[in-house]
């Protein structure tokens, strides 16, 4: 079935890497992949709410070096592995330019994007690349804060919500099914 903007999402789906062996094949930023994964705290009520709506697909569009998909994502592949019926895969942004040109973030090519399929392949929604007050953030202070004391900020900030704000809104994405 082909989506509005040209996109087949079943044969995006059959090309893309499942989650485990893109975080396995990781070149950069790996120990924070796993370390996020590993300390990342699913609470009860975020698996109930996820698994409400049934099976679902998340196709990931990323990087492995993207810092903020190895902050986010590492704690979506948890929450999707304790409902035991959400699958996750991946599509390189680098690799997959016409899919990632679908979902911009004002006119950039930012990752992660998580784009929520159902098990027709059809899409839902999607969600990313930050969570929204994280965003926000980011939005008013990148031009005005030195790059390094920007990411630290935001670095912070992420340590400081512990995964919460994207359990929240990818849970909201995922009962949108």
């Given at each position: 079935?082909?989506?509005?903007?040209?996109?087949?999402?079943?044969?995006?789906?059959?090309?893309?890497?499942?989650?485990?062996?893109?975080?396995?094949?990781?070149?950069?930023?790996?120990?924070?992949?796993?370390?996020?994964?590993?300390?990342?705290?699913?609470?009860?009520?975020?698996v109930?709410?996820?698994?409400?709506?049934?099976?679902?697909?998340l196709?990931?569009?990323?990087?492995?070096?993207?810092?903020?998909a190895?902050?986010?994502?590492?704690?979506?592949?948890?929450?999707?592995?304790?409902?035991?019926d959400?699958?996750?895969?991946?599509?390189?942004r680098?690799e997959?330019?016409?899919?990632?040109?679908?979902y911009?973030?004002?006119?950039?090519?930012?990752?992660?994007?998580?784009?929520?399929l159902?098990?027709?392949?059809r899409?839902?929604?999607?969600?990313?690349?930050?969570?929204?007050?994280?965003?926000?953030?980011?939005?008013?202070?990148?031009s005005r804060?030195?790059?390094?004391?920007?990411?630290?900020?935001?670095?912070?900030?992420?340590?400081?919500?512990?995964?919460?704000?994207t359990l929240r809104?990818?849970?909201?994405?995922?009962?949108?099914?």
């Amino acid at each position: 079935m082909t989506e509005p903007g040209g996109l087949h999402f079943e044969r995006l789906w059959e090309e893309a890497t499942p989650y485990d062996r893109f975080v396995a094949a990781a070149q950069d930023l790996r120990g924070l992949w796993d370390g996020v994964y590993r300390t990342a705290r699913i609470p009860a009520w975020a698996v109930e709410r996820a698994r409400a709506g049934g099976p679902a697909h998340l196709l990931i569009i990323t990087e492995d070096w993207c810092w903020d998909a190895a902050n986010t994502l590492p704690v979506i592949a948890k929450l999707a592995d304790a409902t035991g019926d959400i699958d996750l895969k991946v599509l390189e942004r680098d690799e997959y330019p016409e899919v990632m040109d679908q979902y911009l973030t004002n006119g950039a090519r930012s990752i992660p994007i998580v784009i929520a399929l159902d098990t027709t392949f059809r899409e839902l929604c999607h969600w990313g690349p930050r969570p929204t007050e994280l965003q926000a953030w980011a939005m008013e202070n990148k031009s005005r804060l030195p790059q390094k004391e920007f990411y630290a900020e935001m670095r912070r900030w992420l340590v400081r919500d512990k995964g919460e704000s994207t359990l929240r809104e990818v849970v909201e994405l995922l009962q949108r099914r």
